[in-house]
């Protein structure tokens, strides 16, 4: 990996291209978060995005549980850096990007019965609409 990691801007645009093939898990750990760190102190949502596509090719390796868990934590991270560092639009000007967000979440909670949830408050907005 470049980059000098005294400047900040050098080392962001060498984490955002790395791939994780070779490196152990803690290693490709220390890119993902310092790569959400970079990308809430430049404000740089695509950084926070591209951290997410990383943690996805991460999770499908055999992770020791506390990677797991700490990887789960990187991603709230994201997410968050994500709402401080996109545009929000108003109501409707951006339904197929809420859409899109509300589809990442359930496919992120899935695995630990966050589908259930959904699937449950959907069902209880059906009902209160049959009047």
Not at 42 to 58: H, Q
Not at 61 to 87: C, G, I, M
């Amino acid at each position: 990996m470049a980059g000098d990691s005294s400047n900040p801007a050098e080392l962001y645009a060498a984490l955002i291209t790395t791939e994780l093939v070779g490196l152990s898990s803690a290693e490709s750990l220390g890119i993902i978060g310092s790569l959400i760190d970079l990308s809430d102190d430049l404000g740089k949502p695509e950084g926070a995005r591209r951290s997410l596509e990383l943690s996805d090719l991460l999770e499908a390796t055999k992770l020791p549980d506390a990677h797991a868990a700490l990887l789960e934590y990187f991603r709230a991270n994201a997410w968050s850096v994500l709402q401080r560092h996109t545009v929000h639009f108003s109501h409707g000007a951006s339904s197929a990007s809420c859409n899109s967000s509300v589809f990442d979440l359930i496919t992120t909670l899935a695995p630990f019965g966050g589908n259930l949830i959904f699937a449950k408050k959907a069902e209880d907005r059906r009902r209160s609409q049959r009047c």
